[in-house]
C-alpha cells in the first residue's frame, strides 16, 4: 500500500524538552548531537566517540502515531541520528527531566545518591537510557508496583544501561541506581548509598528513596507537535537537499532525476548508524529518507513466512519476530524465528538498534564487506530480498545478493524475505524429520557493542535412521560470516558432504576438515586462527550431540533442536548439567561493601554525595567544551605526521568546499618571535608543539588548522595532503630492539634510579632450580576517557590570554603557554573546573592541546577552541609504554625465590614525557616480593613513536604483571600451588628494608601478612580452592580459576596549595591545587573545610558542609597548583584546606571569645558578619609541604579473585 503525501514543508518542526524549533535551512549531513550542543542550551547530549558506541550521547526520541493516537518512545544515539531525521519527533535530554532550579529528577537524585556519577561526563547518557527504558516500562500491562517504585524489572534495570560506557565508576552503582526503581528489587542487594542510616527497615529504606512519582513524570511529546505531525520534509541547504519520498514510486522518480544530473551525489539514508564504521568524507548532494515509503517500513506476512521492510529498525523486527511465536506452543519454523530475535538482540545496543535499520545492514554487508550478523543469520534460512534498481524490480536469494557486485546508489533494497513457514524441504508424507537450528556468535563482549569475530547459523532436518539407529540428515544449510571474509557464505561443500549421511564422530570429523579449507580468513584479518577455530567449535557443538542422539528420543524434540533434550541422552550431560549449575550469569552479580564510618571528624569520612554529582546527572555540570563559545570563535583540528621521519615539505588543504570556513593553518613558522616551540614539559625535558623541519614520528603534530565550526576544521585536517621528503635521513628506529643496536636511550637522573639488591650470582648460585632467559611483551593501552582533549583559548587585554582547558597540571599548561607565546606568564590564565576523566592522559598531552589554542588565539586575536576527535586523539595520545622483559630467576624446591634477574627495554617513544621515571615505577611495585637477590638493566628507549605517557599507574601495573607472571612460571615448574609460591616469597619486615628505601615504619606498620592471612579467612579462599579443584577435574572443557594477590605500593605525597575564603554571609570558598577527575577531590575537600572550620566551636559550625564550594583551578589566583596524580592529591589538597582552615580559626578565636562571653552563645553566621565589621583577614591561603615521613610511605593490600568475585581487603 503507498500513501498519498499529507504535505510537504520547506522546513523542519521538532521539540526539544518541550520547547519548539522550525528551520528551513538545514545542512543535511547536520547530527542531531551537533544541533543539540552547538545550537541550543541543551549540552548534556556528550560526545564521546560520535560511532554509536559509549552512549554518551544518549537522548529519548518520541514519536506520534496519529492513527493510533500513541506516542512511541526510546533512546537513541545523538551523535548518530541526523537532524532532519527528526521531523515531527520530540526529544528529551537529561535537561528536560529536571535541575537544580526546579528540582532534580528521582533519576537524577539517584544517580546521585548511589555514587554513580565520577567524572559525569557518561551520566546524562545513563540518564536518559534508564528514562527510556522506565517510560517504556510505564506503558506495559503489568500490575501496579508498590509506592515509590516502578514496573521496570530488576532484569530490565540492569539492561537498561547496556551500551552506555562508563569509564570511571564502575557499572555495579550505576545498575544500583538502575534497580533502585525496580518493582521486584531486593533493597537488600543494593549498594551503599547516601539515602539510607544503618539499621533502616526495608520499607524506611524504600521510602528514603527520592520518590518516583510515576504518573506525573514527564511529557514526552508536547500536544502542540501532534498537530504538526503530518508532513514530510523538503529541505535545500546550499547545493544540497533532504527528501522525504512518501512512495517506491516518487523514490524511483527522485534517483531518476538526480541520476540524470552530471555528478549529483546521492545517499539513501534509514538510521545513518552506517555512518559509524565507514565515515563520510564524501560530501552528498541529495539525502533520500526511506523511512517514510510504508513498503519498505512495515512487515508483512503471508503463507510462507515474514517479510521484513529494509527501513524497518532492528529493534522493531525482533519484535515482529517475537510476536510471531508469542503462542505457548509454537511451530518449527517459529522456533526458528525466535532464536534469530534472539541473536539480534545481542547486536549493537539498544538505542543502536532503535534506529539501524535491516537494510542497513544488509547493505553495509554487501556493499563494504561489514561483519554483518543479520546477513548470516538470514543466509541460513534462505532468505530472499526485494531490490529494485531503476524501474526493474528483481527478488533474488540473499545468497545471490550479496555475491553481486557493491550496489549503486540507484538500487535499493526494499524488503527482506524470512521464509519461516516453508523451511522443511521433505515434504513426502509420513516423513518423521525435524528441523534443527542455531546461531553462534563470539564477540569481545557478549552483550553490547562489540562486533563478532565471527558468527554462524545452522539449520538441518533431520530423522531417526531405521537402519543404523542414528540420525539421517535430509538437508543442511550452513552460514558463516564475519570471520574476515567479504561477506557472509554458506558452506556449499559441507552441506553437499553431510546431506544424506548419518551421522557418526567419523563423519562429524571428516565435515570438520572440509571446514577448515571453507573458513578461512582473508589476509591481514586479525586473529584469524582464533576465527577458523571458532567456526570448527560451532560445527563441533551442534552437530556432536546428534552423532550421539538415539532414535527414541526423536519423539521428544517439540521445537525442533531442543539442546538439553539431546544432552539427557548424551554422554557429555554429566559436563553440561555441571556447566548448567555454575553457569556465570551474563549480567551483574551481588556483592556487599562494608565500610567503618566515623563521626570523629564529622563530616570527614562519612560517604555523602560526590559534590556535583547532581548537576553532572542533569547536565548542568559544565565542562571546557559546554563553555558557549566567545564572539568571533575559530575551531581548530591537528594535522598530524603520518610518518617516523621525514622532512615536511609543505601542507595544502585539498578541498575546494571549505575555502571559505578555513580561516588558518599555524605550523611552527606562527611561533611569535621570543616565543618557543614547546607544547608541553616535565622535569625530564620538553617535547615540541609542532614539527620543526623534520616530523620524528607519526602522530607528531605538524599544523594546527582552524576553521569556522569544529566539524569543518576535521574535515580540513582530513582533507590536508602533506608532502614529505625522506632523502638522506636515517632509517626511523620503530623498536626497542633497534633502540638497543643504536644505543637510543632517554636517560634516567641517578636519584630515580631503583637500587639493586643483594649478589645475584649467589642468589642464582642457591637456587636448586632456574629459569632462564624466559621474555615476555606487553602492549599499550589508550585511556579512553569519554571527554576527549579539550581548551579553549581566549585572548584578553593588554597581551594576555585565558586558557580553558581540560589538564591534571594546570600550573605546567600555563608555563609552556607563557613560554610558547613569549609573555611572563602573568600574562597567562589557565582555568580548569571539571574534567570527563583523565587517567593520566590529560597531564602532560593535555598542554600541547592548550597551547595550540592559545598560540593561534595569540596569533589571530580571535577566540580558538578545539574539541579533539576521538581518532586524533587515539593517533597521538600515546597511552601506556609498551615493553619487553628478559628474566632468569632462580629458586628453591620449596618455591622460595633466591635471584631474579631483569632486562626490561621501554618504549618510550620520541620524547621524554614522564618516561624516566618508569624503571622507579615498575620496581617499586615489583619489589612487593623478596626476591632473594634482585638485579635489573631497564633501558629508557627512545624510538621514532609518539611518545608515551602516564596512565592509570604507569609502570605499576606492568611491575605487578611482571612479578605476577614470574611467580606463576616458577609455580608451574614446580607444579606448586601459586598460592603458596605467593605466600613463601611475601617479605618479612627484615627483607622488606633491605628493598625498600622509603621509610618502612615500624616492624608493626607491614600489616601485609596479616592481610594476607585475614583475607584467606574472609574469602574462604581454601574451601573455594578445593571446590575449584573438583570443578577443574570433573570438567572437560571448561575450567575455573581462583587468586590471591598481594601489593605494596609507594606512596608519594606531593606539595600542594590550598585557599579558604570566608564570605560575609558566612559562606566559605575554596580553592585547592588539585583538579576534580571525578575521583571525588572536591568533595573530600569540601568535608575537610567543613571539619576543619568547624573547630572554632561556635553554633551552627557542626553543620559548614553546605556551606563550602570548592571553585575551578585558576593558575593565577592560586600557584604552584603541580599535578593531580599518584593518588594522593585529594589528600595533599586537603590538608592545605585544613592548614588554611586552621589560620582562619585562629583569627576567629579571640572575636569568638569576646562574643560569646558577651552574647552567652554566638552562630556562625553572626561571627563573620562581626568579623567583617571588625576587619579580620578571613582569607588564608598556604602550601602545605609534606615533611619528611610523611612524604613517602608503603601501603599494603591484597585481592581475590575467582571467576567474577571480587573480595578485597585493604590496609
Ligand atoms: C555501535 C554499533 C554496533 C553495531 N554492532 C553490530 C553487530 O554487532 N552486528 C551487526 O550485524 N551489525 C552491527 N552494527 C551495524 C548496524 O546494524 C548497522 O549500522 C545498521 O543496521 C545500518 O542501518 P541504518 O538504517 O543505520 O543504515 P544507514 O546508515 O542509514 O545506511 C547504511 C548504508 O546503506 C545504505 N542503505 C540503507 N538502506 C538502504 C536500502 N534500503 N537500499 C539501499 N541502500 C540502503 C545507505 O545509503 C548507507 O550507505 C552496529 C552498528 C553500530 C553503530
Ligand atoms: S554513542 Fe554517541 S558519542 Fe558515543
Ligand atoms: S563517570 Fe562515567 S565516564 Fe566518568
Not at 1096 to 1115: N, P
Request: proline share 4%.
Amino acid at each position: 500500500m503507498e500513501v498519498e503525501r499529507e504535505t510537504t514543508r520547506n522546513s523542519l518542526v521538532f521539540a526539544v524538552n518541550g520547547q519548539r524549533f522550525e528551520l528551513s535551512t538545514v545542512d543535511p549531513s547536520t547530527t542531531l548531537l551537533e544541533f543539540l550542543r552547538l545550537h541550543t542550551r541543551f549540552k548534556s547530549v556528550k560526545l564521546g566517540c560520535g560511532e554509536g558506541g559509549c552512549g554518551s550521547c544518549v537522548v529519548l526520541l518520541s514519536k506520534y502515531d496519529p492513527m493510533l493516537d500513541l506516542v512511541e518512545d526510546f533512546a537513541v544515539s545523538s551523535c548518530l541520528t541526523l537532524l532532519c531525521s527528526v521531523n515531527g519527533c520530540s526529544i528529551t535530554t537529561t535537561e528536560g527531566l529536571g535541575n537544580s532550579k526546579d528540582g532534580f529528577h528521582p533519576i537524577h537524585q539517584r544517580f546521585a545518591g548511589f555514587h554513580a556519577s565520577q567524572c559525569g561526563f557518561c551520566t546524562p547518557g545513563m540518564c536518559m537510557s534508564l528514562f527510556s527504558a522506565l517510560v517504556n516500562a510505564e506503558k506495559a500491562s503489568r500490575p501496579d508496583p508498590a509506592p515509590g517504585l516502578s514496573k521496570l524489572t530488576v532484569s530490565e534495570a540492569e539492561k537498561a544501561t547496556l551500551g552506555n560506557l562508563c569509564r570511571c565508576t564502575g557499572y555495579r552503582p550505576i545498575a544500583d541506581a538502575c534497580k533502585s526503581f525496580a518493582c521486584d528489587v531486593d533493597v537488600e542487594d543494593l549498594g551503599i548509598n547516601s539515602f539510607w542510616r544503618k539499621g533502616d527497615t526495608k520499607e524506611v529504606k524504600i521510602s528514603r528513596l527520592s520518590l518516583y512519582g510515576r504518573n506525573d513524570d514527564i511529557c514526552t511529546f508536547p500536544k502542540f507537535l501532534k498537530k504538526e505531525f503530518n508532513s514530510t520534509v523538503l529541505l535545500n541547504y546550499r547545493s544540497n537537499s533532504w527528501h522525504a519520498p512518501v512512495s517506491v514510486k516518487e523514490l524511483q522518480k527522485l534517483l531518476e532525476i538526480h541520476d540524470a544530473k552530471d555528478g549529483s551525489r546521492i545517499k539513501l539514508v534509514v538510521g545513518n548508524t552506517g555512518t559509524s564504521y565507514y565515515k563520510e568524507l564524501e560530501h552528498y548532494d541529495q539525502y533520500i529518507d526511506l523511512r517514510y515509503i510504508p513498503h519498505l517500513s512495515i512487515t508483512r506476512r503471508d503463507q510462507t513466512g515474514i517479510e521484513i521492510g529494509a527501513a524497518v529498525t532492528i529493534s522493531k523486527a525482533i519484535e515482529a519476530l517475537k510476536d510471531e511465536c508469542k503462542g505457548e506452543f509454537y511451530s518449527e519454523g517459529e522456533m526458528v524465528i525466535k532464536k534469530i530475535a534472539g541473536h539480534l538482540e545481542k547486536l549493537a545496543s539498544g538505542f543502536v538498534r532503535n534506529t539501524a535499520s535491516v537494510g542497513g545492514n544488509l547493505v553495509l554487508a554487501q556493499k563494504h564487506s561489514f561483519p554483518s550478523d543479520i546477513s548470516t543469520v538470514l543466509l541460513a534460512v534462505d532468505s530472499t530480498v526485494n531490490v529494485i534498481t531503476g524501474s526493474r524490480n528483481e527478488m533474488m536469494s540473499l545468497e545471490e545478493f550479496l555475491e553481486r557486485p557493491p550496489l549503486d546508489c540507484r538500487s535499493v533494497l526494499l524488503s527482506a524475505k524470512i521464509p519461516y513457514k516453508a523451511l522443511k524441504k521433505t515434504l513426502s508424507s509420513g516423513s518423521n524429520t525435524k528441523l534443527l537450528f542455531e546461531t553462534y556468535r563470539a564477540a569481545p563482549r557478549p552483550l553490547g557493542n562489540a562486533l563478532p569475530y565471527i558468527n554462524a547459523a545452522f539449520l538441518v532436518e533431520v530423522s531417526p535412521c531405521k537402519t543404523s539407529g542414528g540420525i539421517v540428515l535430509h538437508t543442511c544449510q550452513l552460514a558463516f560470516g564475519a570471520y574476515g571474509t567479504k561477506h557472509a557464505i554458506r558452506a556449499r561443500k559441507i552441506e553437499v558432504f553431510l546431506t544424506g549421511k548419518v551421522l557418526t564422530i567419523g563423519v562429524l570429523y571428516e565435515a570438520i576438515k572440509l571446514l577448515g579449507t571453507t573458513v578461512v580468513p582473508e589476509d591481514g584479518t586479525s586473529r584469524s586462527a582464533y576465527r577458523s577455530s571458532l567456526a570448527i567449535g560451532y560445527l563441533f557443538e551442534f552437530f556432536s550431540p546428534l552423532t550421539e542422539a538415539r532414535p527414541e528420543m526423536f519423539s521428544n524434540w517439540l521445537y525442533g533442536f531442543n539442546s538439553s533434550l539431546l544432552f539427557k541422552y548424551s554422554t557429555m550431560k554429566q559436563n553440561k548439567d555441571q556447566l548448567g549449575r555454575v553457569k556465570v550469569p551474563t549480567l551483574l552479580l551481588s556483592a556487599k561493601q562494608v565500610m567503618e564510618l566515623s563521626n570523629e571528624y564529622h563530616p570527614v569520612g562519612q560517604p555523602i554525595i560526590k559534590s556535583g554529582a547532581a548537576i553532572q546527572a542533569s547536565g548542568e555540570a559544565v565542562y571546557v567544551d559546554d563553555i558557549p563559545s566567545p564572539t568571533n570563535c575559530l575551531h581548530g583540528a591537528f594535522i598530524y605526521s603520518t610518518k617516523p621521519l621525514a622532512r615536511v615539505i609543505g601542507i595544502r588543504i585539498n578541498s575546494k568546499s571549505l575555502r571559505n570556513e578555513v580561516a588558518a593553518v599555524i605550523s611552527v613558522k606562527d611561533i611569535p618571535e621570543g616565543g618557543q616551540n614547546i607544547g608541553s614539559k616535565t622535569i625530564f625535558g620538553t617535547e615540541p608543539l609542532f614539527a620543526a623541519e623534520v616530523t620524528q614520528c607519526p602522530g607528531e603534530r605538524i599544523a594546527f588548522v582552524v576553521a569556522d565550526t569544529q566539524k569543518h576544521a576535521d574535515m580540513a585536517a582530513n582533507f590536508s595532503v602533506v608532502d614529505y621528503d625522506m632523502e638522506n635521513l636515517e632509517s626511523p628506529i620503530l623498536s626497542v630492539e633497534e633502540a638497543v643496536e643504536r644505543s637510543s636511550f632517554f636517560e634516567v637522573p641517578p636519584f630515580l634510579f631503583p637500587k639493586q639488591v643483594g649478589d645475584i650470582s649467589k642468589g642464582m648460585a642457591e637456587a636448586d632450580q632456574r629459569i632462564l632467559s624466559s621474555e615476555m611483551n606487553l602492549g599499550s593501552q589508550y585511556y579512553f576517557y569519554m571527554e576527549t582533549q579539550t581548551a579553549l583559548a581566549v585572548p584578553d587585554e593588554d597581551n594576555c590570554m585565558v586558557v580553558y582547558s581540560s589538564i591534571q597540571c594546570p600550573e605546567y599548561g600555563h608555563a609552556v603557554i607563557a613560554r610558547c607565546l613569549g609573555v611572563p606568564e602573568h600574562n597567562v590564565r589557565m582555568i580548569t573546573r571539571r574534567v570527563g576523566g583523565g587517567f593520566g592522559g590529560k597531564a602532560i598531552k593535555a598542554m600541547p592541546v592548550a597551547t595550540a589554542c592559545a598560540l593561534t588565539a595569540h596569533k589571530l586575536r580571535r577566540p580558538v577552541r578545539i574539541y579533539v576527535n576521538r581518532k586524533t586523539d587515539m593517533v597521538m595520545a600515546g597511552g601506556r609504554h609498551p615493553m619487553k622483559i628478559t628474566y632468569s630467576v632462580g629458586f628453591k624446591s620449596n618455591g622460595k625465590i633466591t635471584a631474579l634477574e631483569l632486562k626490561i627495554l621501554i618504549n618510550a617513544g620520541i620524547f621524554p614525557d614522564i618516561s624516566p621515571i618508569m624503571p622507579r615505577n615498575i620496581l617499586g611495585v615489583l619489589k612487593k616480593y623478596d626476591w632473594g637477590a634482585l638485579s635489573f638493566d631497564i633501558k629508557v628507549c627512545k624510538t621514532n613513536q609518539i611518545s608515551r605517557s602516564a596512565m592509570r599507574g604507569p609502570g605499576e601495573v606492568q611491575g605487578s604483571f611482571i612479578a605476577e607472571a614470574v611467580i606463576e612460571q616458577v609455580a608451574s615448574t614446580l607444579s606448586m600451588e601459586v598460592d603458596s609460591v605467593r605466600k613463601i616469597n611475601l617479605h618479612t619486615y627484615d627483607s622488606l628494608s633491605l628493598f625498600y628505601e622509603s621509610d618502612i615504619g615500624l616492624p608493626a606498620d607491614y600489616t601485609l601478612p596479616s592481610i594476607w592471612d585475614k583475607l584467606g579467612t574472609t574469602s574462604s579462599y581454601n574451601l573455594r580452592i578445593r571446590m575449584i579443584g573438583e570443578f577443574n577435574k570433573s570438567n572437560k572443557w571448561r575450567k575455573r580459576g581462583i587468586s590471591r594477590v598481594p601489593i605494596v605500593h609507594e606512596v608519594m605525597v606531593r606539595p600542594t596549595p590550598g585557599k579558604v575564603s570566608i564570605l560575609s554571609d558566612g559562606s566559605i570558598v575554596v580553592e585547592v591545587g588539585g583538579i576534580d577527575l571525578g575521583q571525588g577531590l572536591w568533595t573530600k575537600v569540601k568535608q575537610m573545610a567543613a571539619f576543619a572550620l568547624s573547630l572554632i566551636q561556635c553554633d551552627g559550625a557542626r553543620d559548614l558542609l553546605e556551606k563550602v564550594r570548592v571553585v575551578q583551578s585558576d593558575s593565577l589566583s592560586l600557584v604552584q597548583g603541580g599535578f593531580t596524580a599518584g593518588s594522593t592529591t585529594s589528600e595533599a589538597s586537603c590538608e592545605a584546606v585544613r592548614l588554611c582552615c586552621n589560620i582562619l580559626v585562629e583569627r576567629l578565636t579571640p572575636l569568638k571569645d569576646r562574643l560569646q562571653e558577651q552574647m552567652g552563645s554566638v552562630e556562625w553566621k553572626m561571627l563573620i558578619s562581626q568579623a567583617y565589621v571588625q576587619a579580620v583577614n578571613l582569607q588564608a591561603s598556604t602550601l602545605y609541604v609534606p615533611n619528611f615521613t610523611s612524604m613517602e610511605y608503603l601501603n599494603y593490600g591484597a585481592a581475590v579473585s575467582e571467576d567474577f568475585h571480587i573480595y578485597k581487603q585493604g590496609g
